[in-house]
């Protein structure tokens, strides 16, 4: 799901709805890493089954100049929205609750098997009680 055409405002309707939090990837089409990450991550199976259970998935490009999305009470390009969600350069993974309200963000490539931990992590709710290390130790028993 690429952003825009949909706006953010749109992305959290369909989370809130679907009582889902929201994965959005913050990208540039230029970006090397953003396109691995494509490739070898966000194309797994194994990755794409969860996050289509589990989350609602968005995709930002930071660069683009269309698109107007409503954050905090402000219009924000897409651009800014990225930066106020903490992406200081790409690729950015962010987690929000299904209303819009920022969890965590993750900057850099996430290699497969740790970027399944972390949205299992995330999309189970273990994040409200434990550290990520205290999760990856209890599952990697």
Not at 51 to 72: C, I, M, S, V
Not at 135 to 140: C, D, E, T, V
Request: hydrophobic share 35%; net charge positive.
């Amino acid at each position: 799901m690429e952003m825009p055409p949909r706006s953010f405002g749109e992305v959290v309707e369909a989370a809130e709805a679907q009582g889902t939090p929201i994965l959005l990837e913050i990208y540039a089409p230029w970006c090397p890493y953003c396109q691995r990450m494509q490739k070898t991550v966000y194309s797994d199976s194994t990755v794409r089954a969860y996050l289509g259970r589990t989350f609602t998935y968005a995709r930002l490009n930071r660069d683009t100049t269309a698109g107007a999305h409503q954050f905090n009470g402000r219009t924000l390009t897409s651009k800014q929205l990225g930066m106020a969600l903490g992406a200081r350069g790409v690729p950015t993974t962010v987690f929000l609750k299904a209303d819009g309200t920022p969890i965590a963000s993750q900057p850099g490539f996430i290699k497969r098997d740790i970027f399944l931990q972390l949205i299992r992590y995330v999309g189970s709710g273990a994040y409200e009680s434990k550290s990520f290390k205290a999760f990856r130790n209890r599952s990697s028993e």
